[in-house]
């Protein structure tokens, strides 16, 4: 264990659900990170959060809403999803976003349909 | 924003060959180069980085190299092996405050 634990690992939603991804990690970071992994494309950065606060948000839909109660939690609140949204979101965190060293957690396979 | 490309996307070696990766990328600022490697259904992990400041690294098998003036970056693998294969990205990012800027991966197979 590598001390980033995501919640669930694989999750299949409807187009009209709600549903909720989860992210901790134990490791005293105070940056956690979201990113998109898509097939043949590079992993896009979805939002930071520095000292639970939203540093960037890199232009991602509405129908994604993160956030961050405090420093080792972190949560990505999914609504009225499309079938292109199907990846796997990855979180990861490092001590700051001052600082790097990247730790990842094992991601949450997602299939809308 | 900053643009990393990564070549090639799959790449396929016998075992005991070695293997080399590229990167470019393209904000000039970009000071801090990690590469991940990602086995199958895995997390991507850090294998290696280097900073600006020093042109190559080296750990046991693995080495990375940079060139800032034609802001490329590479991956080398000497003497690999089967359990070397794995999707490895690259990365760039500035110094504080920005998060990273992955490429879009290179498959690696190593053959017995």
């Known amino acids: 264990e590598t001390g980033v634990t995501q919640t669930p690992r694989h999750l299949v939603m409807g187009m009209t659900n709600k549903k909720s991804l989860k992210c901790e990690q134990h490791l005293g970071h105070n940056a956690m990170y979201w990113y998109k992994q898509s097939a043949k494309k590079p992993l896009e950065l979805m939002f930071v959060?520095?000292?639970?606060?939203?540093?960037e948000n890199n232009s991602v839909p509405s129908r994604f809403s993160p956030e961050c109660p405090n420093s080792s939690h972190l949560f990505l609140h999914l609504h009225t999803l499309q079938p292109e949204d199907s990846a796997l979101y990855l979180c990861?965190?490092?001590?700051?976003?001052?600082?790097?060293?990247?730790?990842f957690g094992s991601g949450t396979r997602l299939t809308v349909v | 924003g900053e643009n990393v490309e990564q070549h090639p996307s799959t790449l396929s070696v016998q075992e005991g060959d070695s293997a080399v990766i590229k990167c470019t990328y393209s904000?000039?600022?970009?000071?801090?180069f990690p590469w991940y490697k990602q086995e199958l259904g895995k997390r991507p992990q850090l294998i290696i980085d280097i900073r600006s400041n020093v042109g190559e690294k080296k750990d046991q098998r693995i080495a990375v190299t940079l060139n800032k003036t034609a802001k490329h970056f590479s991956l080398h693998i000497t003497e690999t092996q089967p359990e070397d294969s794995a999707v490895y990205f690259c990365a760039a990012s500035r110094n504080s405050g920005y998060a990273l800027n992955f490429g879009k991966g290179t498959s690696l197979l190593v053959t017995p």
């Open positions: 990861a965190s490092s001590p700051s976003t001052e600082s790097y060293g990247y730790t």
């Open positions: 904000d000039s600022a970009s000071n801090y």
């Open positions: 959060y520095n000292f639970k606060e939203q540093t």
